[in-house]
């Protein structure tokens, strides 16, 4: 665990909050972002954390980047800051260049691109931010099996399209484009780490939405007042104050596991298990927090579907959450002589994450 | 526990279903609408409402000197299912089909039957529902909207929020304080006023709904007059006749059915898919609708048969659980088929699924939260 990170915790979340606000989150769904923003977490060295330090890096660890992410996303900051480090965190992990300039990524094996020749041609749907962003990494198929390649976007003709938030989801197609970079042939195990890595990115940025949500309701239970008492009074208004935090205490904890057990190689199953149980989290912190808000809550101007929306848009997308429960079905079959005990609490029962042989 | 009473259709009913599912059909290929979730609140099209004017669709149970067809609950009932199971436009002229006609019928005067039914049976004459304020919501009976008597009428001043297609309604029956707040007894002094949206001294501001849609708004009165003849019912008497009409407007199947688009689309496309687990799965979700449409449409064989008093507490909770089950569909349907929802989508399965997730939080809160109803229910049980 990095020392710094408590630093660059306080740092960000002091930016993040001086900076994004209502306004500024609305600037995406009428189709801009926030340079200005980048720029601010650029030059503070936010955009390079977890880059080592020989590749230009600024220090730091996946841990600090992941803490990074969930305070995007708490904040629900309108710049594909997520798309681009964990571009280049794939990068290094499969041993190539890290880039400068925005980039995003496409990670679903089912619709990777076809590379021959060093030339890239297919069209995928959903690529955040793509037409805000220079370059592409992605997934593609050659005839000698699945590399991920990066790519420069001037050559995609791109349409646009949005999630359910009403953030960039964009279809990218490519017809014989060139490629700047091509890693060497993954391994199942590999596409498997990086699919496992994308979770926890995915994971990091709803921690940080459920979070906020948690905060919001709960400060609204102390300021709305009917039939003349603040409605956190009422005991079925305290029944959804439990519920909220138990689900956002769960959601907080995994997400601590899931970091910590990256930084030290042992992932163990904990991206799995949170990504499942995270379907629950999400389902109930939406539901109680817009009860709770009652009418208001409902309303443009106010800004809980901000990060509601962004939940139920980033629970459908990435890898889904059968990919995890295939997973541990998977496992279970396969430790058919073991207890479940034995299974929950044995060390070796993942394989950890091993950077991409050069 | 109460028992509610079972309703089998007569030969004629079933006909009447037909008649209605063949219109909507034959509109639906000629692209009069589009389908969509949530359409009794949030679809509204005055062309479709005039269309169904002229059906005779509109006050269907009401006398027919005021245009209406003196149909029976149960007959409104089929038509109103097979609207809500298509996802047609009704929401223009839904208030007043629902509520504000049978208000008039039990408290309006001879005059304002006269001269509203007709308009309203045509699907030209649409009313709003101006109860909550900004400090008013589920505490309704502390509004502070009031009424103060002068020569020939009385002077509104205050405001409501909230009031669904405000923007749309000529006019709204507004819950107003007319005798000043007493804390001890806070629901005398209330009365209800028909307010002519048009007139003087109204502004109506919009509010955007979280998917950016125009729906609700804040109406503002400034000194605006109502003449002695826009009262409804008795000065003073305003909490108990809003108390009646709760029951029409909590127990109907539109508190089942916002989102029956959606679970038709997902037996749909798992019948495509051949898929006989996820219709197994989904046959769940079909038995429970089936149980609440059974307490549903025992609330209405009550009011059929004139025993209002009866009706409070089951309405309370068809309400409560019929709201909970809608707002659950999308939900299930996740977890049965893989979908991706956007508001554009090309495919039906994935915009229906966008317009429940973004509607749904509404279902619980609309017309009474859950909470709220929690306790009329537990009451009612308890003083059984
Ligand atoms: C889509 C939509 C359309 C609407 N259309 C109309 C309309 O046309 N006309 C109109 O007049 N109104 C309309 N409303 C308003 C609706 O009636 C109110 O939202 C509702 O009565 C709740 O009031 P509130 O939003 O102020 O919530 P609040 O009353 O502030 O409640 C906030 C939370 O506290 C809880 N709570 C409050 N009191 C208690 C208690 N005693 N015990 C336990 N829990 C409690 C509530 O259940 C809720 O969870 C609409 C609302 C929506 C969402």
Redesign the pocket.
């Known amino acids: 665990m990095s020392e710094m990170k408590d630093m660059i915790v306080d740092v960000v979340e002091r930016m993040l909050k001086e900076k994004v606000d209502k306004e500024l989150v609305d600037t995406v769904e009428q189709g801009h972002w926030a340079p200005e923003l980048w720029e601010l977490l650029k030059e503070n060295g936010m955009t390079d954390v977890a880059i080592t330090e020989k590749n230009g890096g600024a220090g730091g660890d996946i841990e600090d980047l992941l803490n990074i992410v969930r305070l995007t996303g708490k904040y629900a900051a309108p710049i594909p800051f997520t798309e681009t480090t964990f571009a280049n965190y794939l990068l290094e992990f499969t041993n190539l260049q890290v880039i400068e300039d925005l980039a995003t990524y496409m990670l679903c094996p089912n619709q990777a691109f076809s590379l021959e020749n060093g030339k890239l041609t297919g069209e995928a749907i959903q690529i955040p931010w793509a037409r805000h962003t220079k370059h592409l990494v992605t997934l593609a198929n050659s005839t000698e099996g699945t590399h991920l390649v990066e790519i420069d976007l001037s050559q995609a003709e791109i349409k646009l399209g949005s999630n359910l938030a009403g953030e960039p989801r964009d279809t990218v197609i490519f017809q014989h484009a060139k490629v700047s970079q091509v890693s060497p042939v993954l391994s199942s195990d590999d596409v498997h780490a990086i699919t496992t890595l994308h979770s926890a990115f995915q994971l990091a940025l709803m921690t940080g939405a459920i979070d906020k949500i948690n905060d919001l309701t709960v400060q609204y239970?102390k300021e709305?007042e009917?039939?003349g008492r603040p409605?956190h009074r009422?005991?079925?208004?305290q029944q959804?104050i439990v519920q909220l935090a138990g689900e956002t205490a769960i959601a907080l904890a995994a997400f601590n596991n899931v970091t910590e057990a990256l930084q030290m190689n042992n992932q163990n199953s904990e991206v799995a298990y949170a990504r499942i149980r995270f379907e629950e989290v999400i389902q109930a912190v939406t539901t109680i927090s817009h009860?709770?808000?009652?009418?208001?809550g409902?309303t443009h101007e106010h800004s809980l579907h901000q990060f509601t929306r962004r939940l139920w848009s980033w629970r459908d997308e990435g890898t889904s959450t059968s990919y995890w429960t295939n997973l541990v079905a998977t496992q279970l079959l396969e430790n058919s002589g073991d207890s479940l005990w034995e299974y929950l609490t044995s060390f070796s029962s993942n394989s950890p994450l091993l950077k991409v042989e050069g | 526990m109460f028992q509610l009473p079972t309703v089998q259709f007569t030969q004629e009913q079933e006909q009447f279903r037909l008649d209605v599912r063949t219109f909507l059909q034959d509109e639906l290929a000629k692209g009069t609408f589009t389908p969509k979730c949530d359409s009794w609140?949030?679809g509204d099209d005055p062309e479709f409402s005039k269309l169904i004017g002229q059906k005779g669709w509109i006050g269907l149970t009401w006398p027919k000197q005021y245009g209406g067809q003196e149909r029976s609950t149960i007959d409104r009932y089929i038509l109103t299912e097979e609207f809500l199971a298509v996802g047609a436009p009704v929401a223009a002229h839904w208030?007043a089909d629902r509520q504000t006609g049978p208000l008039l019928l039990r408290y309006g005067t001879e005059e304002q039957r006269e001269y509203f039914l007709p308009k309203i049976v045509k699907g030209e004459c649409y009313f709003?529902?101006?109860?909550?304020e900004?400090n008013?919501?589920?505490?309704?009976a502390s509004v502070s909207t009031r009424a103060e008597k002068v020569e020939g009428g009385w002077i509104v001043n205050g405001q409501?929020?909230?009031?669904?297609?405000?923007h749309l309604c000529h006019y709204m029956v507004t819950l107003v304080r007319t005798s000043p707040f007493d804390g001890k007894s806070k629901h005398a002094g209330l009365s209800q006023l028909i307010v002519d949206l048009h007139a003087e001294g109204i502004t109506i501001v919009p509010i955007k709904?979280l998917t950016g849609e125009h729906?609700?708004n804040e109406v503002f009165f400034d000194n605006v007059f109502v003449p002695d003849s826009m009262v409804v019912g008795e000065i003073g008497n305003g909490w108990a006749q809003g108390l009646a009409e709760l029951a029409f407007e909590r127990s109907g199947p539109e508190r089942i059915l916002s989102t029956f688009p959606l679970i038709d689309e997902l037996i749909q496309e798992l019948k495509r898919q051949n898929n006989l687990e996820g219709l197994q799965q989904a046959s769940k979700i079909v038995a429970r609708l089936w149980g609440l449409r059974n307490l549903s449409i025992g609330v209405a064989q009550l009011l059929e048969s004139g025993n209002g008093d009866d009706v409070s507490i089951p309405a309370a909770l068809v309400k409560a659980l019929g709201t909970k089950f809608e707002q659950s569909i999308p939900e299930i349907t996740r977890l049965i088929i893989q979908t991706y929802p956007t508001l554009d989508a090309h495919r039906k399965i994935d915009r229906f699924m966008a317009e429940s997730i973004l509607?749904a939080?509404?279902f619980t809160?609309?017309?009474?939260?859950?909470?709220?109803l929690?306790?009329v229910v537990a009451k009612g049980v308890v003083a059984q």
């Open positions: 239970t709305r009917q039939f409605i009422f005991q079925l208004v959804h009860q709770v808000h009652a009418a208001i409902t | 609140l949030s208030f709003g529902i101006g109860l909550s900004p008013s919501g589920s505490d309704l409501k929020i909230w009031t669904s297609n405000a709904f729906h609700y509607h939080p509404g809160i609309r017309g009474g939260t859950s909470e709220v929690y306790g």
